[in-house]
């Protein structure tokens, strides 16, 4: 069973930067992509963004466009999310995941979830 271990949440003033990663904790790790999702206090669950394991292919949710930055080191199991120019709006908790299989729609149907790590961006 593959665990997805999240880190590097924090507060921060608003203008700054973050970096997240997640960790998968099997030795053999290939998944078809990888994403970032985050929940806002009292709001749903919402894709921010992704990238294909074996291409490097980056997908990004349009209030994210520009400022987040999603990239992966296969020799570590490992996906980080560069967040930077932080505002109030991207606060939330953040969540990593992995999807086992191809699927057209690369916000949905994730196979394992981290547990998340909390971003609060103060003003």
């Known amino acids: 069973q593959v665990q997805l271990v999240e880190s590097g949440g924090g507060l921060v003033q608003a203008g700054g930067s973050l970096r997240l990663s997640c960790a998968a904790s099997?030795?053999?790790?290939?998944?078809?992509?990888m994403g970032w999702f985050r929940q806002p206090p009292g709001k749903e669950r919402e894709f921010v963004a992704a990238?294909?394991?074996?291409?490097?292919?980056?997908y990004y949710a349009d209030s994210v466009q520009g400022r987040f930055a999603v990239s992966r080191d296969n020799a570590k199991n490992t996906m980080y999310l560069q967040m930077n120019s932080l505002n109030q709006t991207d606060t939330a908790v953040y969540y990593c995941?992995?999807?086992?299989?191809?699927?057209?729609?690369?916000?949905?149907?994730?196979?394992?979830w981290g547990q998340g790590t909390q971003v609060t961006v103060s003003s």
């Open positions: 995941a992995a999807r086992k299989y191809y699927y057209r729609d690369y916000t949905a149907s994730y196979n394992y």
């Open positions: 099997v030795r053999t790790f290939s998944p078809n992509i």
């Open positions: 990238i294909s394991w074996s291409g490097g292919v980056t």
